[in-house]
């Protein structure tokens, strides 16, 4: 998918805005990268209109480049199409919470039992295992030597039993030791038939519970729509759980599951580890989808931070090297709002990699120089040339900021190379020498 979306981008460079005409290329590649990752055909016609009527005549940002900003829209709409927000489980207010299990044969059911039940301890939940499964007495063994290590009591009755009257003996179980969370493995064909909608009806109605969560494989393909669809129409869910998102598949279903049936995904595993449980994040889940998180988090942090008059002023200061010590700061305190050092030196284009270890001294750095720029006096924040000409101002500093002299010399020496250093990346290779001090 990423390939193909890349060269989606690609085409947009050197654009200046997103017109109708100029977004058909790229909006055709995301259609197909979309259906490659086996998002069903539905999904992606009303994705891809959805984008394009956003796209066409959108604001630019400044300092955004078009490509960006359609990576932006594309990942906004994806993360509404996923449900926007994390959905969390619901619990029953009085009585034990029901959590009834369903989805096909392997997609993780029995793993998922102990594995939620490990979840809700750490949330100080007590749970109970239900073993549905009475088709092979191997799925109910798998569920106690799980519940024993997650350490929960698993209800058992034998292959004997019917599911339905196993739920109900289960839940009286449960009720008489309080316990909070009772969850419900089921036995999973490998199709969907008539005889396990029907078993999971009757267990349903045994039940009443607060949450009937489908299991979808994270590599279900272009069924996962249809899947969801019949699940959700004959017994009616409440959500879904996404399963083996430690593979290889970029997640194409999790596309299919709020958008064909209205519910939404509300957590994700990602290993057989019992650990490897945790809540559905769309936003995340779209950046790994379109495989470009950097790109988007500093599309949004430069729509945070800057203004788009600053943007345009600093442009301008940078291409006369007029850059002074007020830029400086501002840019400095504005690099410190964009989150850690880390992330941003990473997402500026030509920067290339930084070690941890630079990333830290920069962030000392940082510090150090707030504190000699506030004890500049307005006019020598505006002309640095003030303070490479006498060694008496930078002494003041020095001693008014608690540094030394050679620290404050380092300072202003690095803001004359800073100018020059942008002037380049901006494309101007000429002026902006370095002055040496004076002594
Ligand atoms: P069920 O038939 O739906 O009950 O599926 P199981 O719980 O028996 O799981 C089938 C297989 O998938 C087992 O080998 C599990 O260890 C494995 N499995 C379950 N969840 C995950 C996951 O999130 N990631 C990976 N890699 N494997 C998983
Ligand atoms: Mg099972």
Do not use: H
């Not at 990576?71 to 919470?97: A, H, Q, R, W, Y």
């Not at 194409?252 to 559905?280: C, Q, T, Y």
């Not at 510090?367 to 720029?373: F, N, P």
């Amino acid at each position: 998918l990423t390939s193909g979306l890349e060269a989606a981008w690609t085409k947009l460079k050197g654009e200046e805005v997103l017109t109708k005409e100029n977004i058909v290329e790229p909006m055709r590649d995301i259609r197909r990268a979309l259906l490659e990752a086996d998002v069903s055909l539905p999904v992606v016609r009303r994705f891809v209109q959805a984008v394009s009527d956003q796209a066409v005549g959108v604001g630019l940002i400044r300092g955004v480049k078009p490509d960006q900003q359609l990576v932006k829209i594309v990942n906004d709409e994806l993360v509404k199409l996923m449900g926007g927000e994390v959905s969390e489980l619901v619990f029953s207010k009085s009585g034990p919470t029901v959590i009834l299990l369903a989805g096909l044969q392997g997609v993780g059911k029995t793993t998922l039992c102990a594995k939620l039940a490990n979840y809700l301890k750490k949330q100080g939940k007590s749970s109970m295992l239900i073993a549905g499964d009475v088709y092979r007495p191997a799925a109910i063994d798998q569920l106690v030597i799980l519940g024993e290590q997650v350490g929960v009591p698993v209800y058992t009755a034998g292959t004997e039993v019917k599911p339905s009257e196993i739920a109900k003996q289960g839940l009286e179980e449960a009720k008489k030791k309080k316990i909070d969370v009772v969850i419900m493995d089921t036995a999973g064909r490998l199709q969907i038939d008539k005889g396990m909608m029907d078993e999971l009806k009757e267990v349903k109605k045994v039940l009443n519970p607060t949450e009937v969560l489908l299991v979808v494989d994270a590599m279900t393909g272009q069924e996962a729509a249809a899947l969801v669809t019949t699940f959700n129409v004959e017994i009616g869910i409440t959500g879904a759980i996404l399963t083996k998102l430690d593979g290889d598949s970029r997640g194409g279903a999790a596309l299919s599951v709020k958008e064909v049936s209205g519910k939404p995904i509300k957590l994700v595993g990602r290993g057989e580890r019992m650990e490897d449980l945790e809540p559905f994040y769309p936003d995340r889940m779209a950046g790994r989808i379109l495989g470009m998180g950097d790109v988007l988090s500093f599309v949004e942090k430069a729509q945070e931070v800057m203004r788009q008059e600053d943007a345009e002023e600093l442009q301008k200061k940078i291409m006369s090297a007029k850059f002074d010590f007020n830029d400086f700061l501002k840019q400095t305190r504005a690099v410190a709002q964009m989150g850690s050092m880390t992330r941003v030196i990473g997402m500026i284009p030509g920067m290339g990699k930084v070690k941890p270890a630079q990333v830290r001294e920069a962030e000392k750095n940082l510090k150090l120089m707030e504190a000699m720029i506030e004890a500049m006096t307005p006019e020598e924040r505006e002309k640095p040339e003030l303070l490479a000409e006498s060694p008496d101002r930078r002494r003041r500093i020095a001693k008014d900021s608690g540094k030394t002299e050679q620290q404050v010399s380092q300072l202003v020496a690095q803001l004359f190379q800073m100018r020059v250093r942008m002037k380049n990346l901006m494309g101007i290779m000429e002026g902006g020498s370095i002055p040496t001090l004076s002594n």
